[in-house]
């Protein structure tokens, strides 16, 4: 069983900057892949980034069309926390930001672990 709880999410000016964090609970978290999800209102949930479980050491990543260049995902294994850097922020990326975990690296929401989502906000 992993519980995840996001955090770091708020209202900011379009082109600024937040850092959301994923803390997880469990002895076995690098081996997880874990990924960012977001749902606007009215919207399906969707793919944002991901990070997969630890390789022979080499972490992949996969990222949406609409992020790359301006979001970076990383993750603190000795921590056992995933971060989501997000820069150059647009009105379009308001939505509640959901981590997750899984035992492989995909952009489909079907992890087995969900955190609660945290709010992010984006004014024009």
């Known amino acids: 069983q992993v519980q995840l709880v996001e955090s770091g999410g708020g209202l900011v000016q379009a082109g600024g900057s937040l850092r959301l964090s994923c803390a997880a609970s469990?002895?076995?978290?690098?081996?997880?892949?874990m990924g960012w999800f977001r749902q606007a209102p009215g919207k399906e949930r969707e793919f944002v980034a991901a990070?997969?479980?630890?390789?022979?050491?080499?972490?992949?990543?996969e990222y949406a069309d609409s992020v790359k260049g301006r979001f970076s995902i990383s993750r603190d294994n000795a921590k056992n926390t995933m971060y989501l850097q997000m820069n150059s922020l647009k009105p379009d990326d308001t939505a509640v930001y959901y981590c997750?975990?899984?035992?492989?690296?995909?952009?489909?929401?079907?992890?087995?672990?969900w955190g609660q989502g945290t709010q992010v906000t984006v004014s024009s």
């Open positions: 469990g002895r076995t978290f690098s081996s997880y892949a």
């Open positions: 990070i997969s479980g630890s390789v022979r050491n080499t972490y992949y990543a």
């Open positions: 997750a975990a899984g035992l492989r690296i995909r952009t489909a929401p079907d992890y087995d672990y």
